[in-house]
């Protein structure tokens, strides 16, 4: 049984830092590609960042992009999220999801995790 398990979310101060860990079992983990999407209130969720199977091919939206950095670590199951400059709109429920390929991550994810929530004040 594949699980996606999020960690790391929590309250934080506008243009404070937080970094979002996602731990993978029961999936070859080095033979998927990774992604982070987010859902705030009231809104649709949207993809956020994604990571191939080697790290090599990155990608964040532009609305993070230079504040949020995706990451992954093959030895540990585990893809990152640092994220720093938080603001408040960057509040919402943060899930990653795992794909068979980049694109598939972005648009038709196979596995999804159980969504971890940040809050960032003004």
């Known amino acids: 049984q594949v699980q996606l398990v999020e960690s790391g979310g929590g309250l934080v101060q506008a243009g404070g830092s937080l970094r979002l860990s996602c731990a993978a079992s029961g999936l070859t983990f080095s033979n998927y590609a990774m992604g982070w999407f987010r859902q705030a209130p009231g809104k649709e969720r949207e993809f956020v960042a994604r990571?191939?199977?080697?790290?090599?091919?990155?990608w964040h939206v532009p609305s993070v992009k230079g504040r949020f950095t995706i990451s992954r670590d093959n030895a540990k199951n585990t893809v990152y999220l640092q994220m720093v400059s938080l603001k408040p709109e960057d509040t919402a429920v943060y899930y990653c999801?795992?794909?068979?390929?980049?694109?598939?991550?972005?648009?038709?994810?196979?596995?999804w995790g159980q969504g971890t929530q940040v809050t960032v004040s003004s």
């Open positions: 999801a795992a794909g068979r390929t980049a694109v598939a991550v972005t648009t038709r994810p196979d596995y």
């Open positions: 990571i191939d199977w080697s790290g090599d091919n990155i």
